[in-house]
Structures are given as C-alpha cells and as structure tokens.
C-alpha cells in the first residue's frame, strides 16, 4: 500500500484476532507498530510470534488512566502515532433479559467507552502533529439486529455513530473511518460457538464461511494508506455478503 512504509501504528487488542492479524500486516507494510491489550497471557504470545513489534503494553481501554499510560509509552517507543487500529472489544452470549447491569457496563465500557477514550488520546496527539489516521472496529452488528448480543450490538451502534462525528470534527487533518465486519474465525468467536453452531452461521453466508482475520487486516491497511487519501466519514462492511442477503433468511442458491 502507497505511503505506510516508517508509519507508526498503534493497534488495540493488539494481541489476538483481527487485532494481531493486523498488527502483523502493518509490520509487512514497513511500519513500527505498538500493540495494547489488557491480557496478559495473549501478550505474552503476541510477543513471541511478532517479535518484531516496536511495543507491546497492558492497558483496559475502558480506563482511562490506563489508556493514558499505555499511549505515553507508545509515544516514548515510537516517537509518533500516525494510525490508531481502535479494534479492542468483547462479546457475551446471553439473553437480552438475562444481561445484566454488571454485563451491560463492562461490554460497552470496553466496546464503545474504550473506543471513545483511545480515540479522543489520538486525536488530540494528531491534530497537534497535523495529520492522522483512526480507523476502528465496528461489527455488522451494530446495523442489524442479532439474537443474544444486544449489548454487543448497542456498543458497536455507539462506534458507528463515533465514528461519523469523529469524521466531520476532525476533518481535513484526521481522517477517520469505520470496518464493520461480519463473522470472523477469531479466538472470541470460536469461543463462543460450537461446531454446529459455526457450520449453520457458515451455510447462511453467500460465501459460505467466515471471514480470516488476515482479509480485515487488508482493509484496515488500504484505509491507512495514501491510496484510501479522500475516504473519511464511512463505515466499510466486509461480511460476504452476510448483510446483503439478511443472513442469507431468504437467499440461497442452492
């Protein structure tokens, strides 16, 4: 991708699934890249299978004195943050009656409070520098309606919504976008689902399997990179289709 080579990234849940698929992607790219996550266990794996990353610190992004720790040492090792990865998030399968207040408050303090506090860090270190680049997760999810995962699915709505006003005040000097995936064959989701459970998710999908933590990680480099230069603003899906067809409720070609 055109301009990423000696750009500094600091990616978020930077130690497991699409976080560390694109942490590693960016390290193709030329870049130093920083990875934040809050367990200690995918850190230190993380560590040892990208040992060419330029950092790798704890932080909870629902804390904001965590988070402000964690982006001073990246600063430190770095130097710069031109392109923030806002990826860290969490899911719990559960019924929306049985959610509750302590449920509720720790999925969108990690999904959507976390997101806010790492972005407004970023920003405010890039609008001084004059240029940048946020890009966070969002989740398909956060547009369609999904069973046992309504918390899940307010937060990501929530970063959607961020993600747009983040676009317009930062704007011309930071340019901010959204990737909405759809199913992806991370630890999280593997976690959660059962081998049925992944093949009838799979049967749904016009492209009849999940998505690779690897093709977000594409994305999210074309976002960043001098060849994405006027996208701002937007929310990119990538779900083969799942949205397209409703999850597939009524498509089939079968």
């Known amino acids: ?82 392109v923030l990865i806002n990826n860290a998030g969490i899911s719990i399968r559960h019924d929306f009656l049985d959610i509750t207040p302590a449920a509720w408050d720790e999925v969108v303090g990690v999904n959507l409070k976390g997101a806010f506090y790492v972005a407004q860090t970023a920003a405010r270190h890039m609008m001084d520098k004059g240029s940048g680049v946020i890009l966070n997760t969002a989740s398909t999810a956060g547009t369609t309606g999904y069973p046992h995962y309504a918390d899940y699915s307010a937060s990501k ?6 993600t747009y006003a983040m676009a317009l005040e930062l704007a011309p000097h930071v340019r901010v976008n959204a990737i909405s995936p759809g199913y992806v064959l991370t630890p999280m989701q593997r976690a959660e689902y059962s081998d049925e459970m992944l ?21 999210f480099a074309y976002l960043a990179s ?28 079968e």
């Not at 990208?50 to 965590?66: I, R, S």
């Not at 709505?157 to 961020?162: D, E, P, Q, Y």
């Open 157 to 162: 709505g929530g970063v959607i919504a961020l």
């Open 1 to 82: 991708m055109r301009g990423l080579k000696g750009k500094n990234v600091l990616v978020t849940g930077g130690a497991s699934g699409i976080g560390q698929a694109t942490a590693s992607r960016f390290m193709e790219e030329g870049c130093a890249v920083c990875v934040l996550d809050r367990s200690a266990e995918a850190r230190t794996r993380v560590a040892e299978e990208l040992p060419g990353l330029a950092g790798v610190f704890d932080a909870d992004v629902a804390n904001f004195e965590q988070v402000q720790v964690a982006f001073a040492e990246a600063l430190d090792r770095m130097g710069s943050v031109d």
């Open 199 to 219: 093949d009838a998710v799979n049967r749904k999908i016009p492209l009849r399997r999940h998505a690779k933590p690897e093709e977000i990680a594409g994305l």
């Open 226 to 253: 001098e060849d994405a230069a006027f996208a701002t603003g937007h929310v990119y899906v990538m779900d083969g289709a799942e949205t397209t067809g409703g999850l597939c409720s009524q498509w089939s070609h």
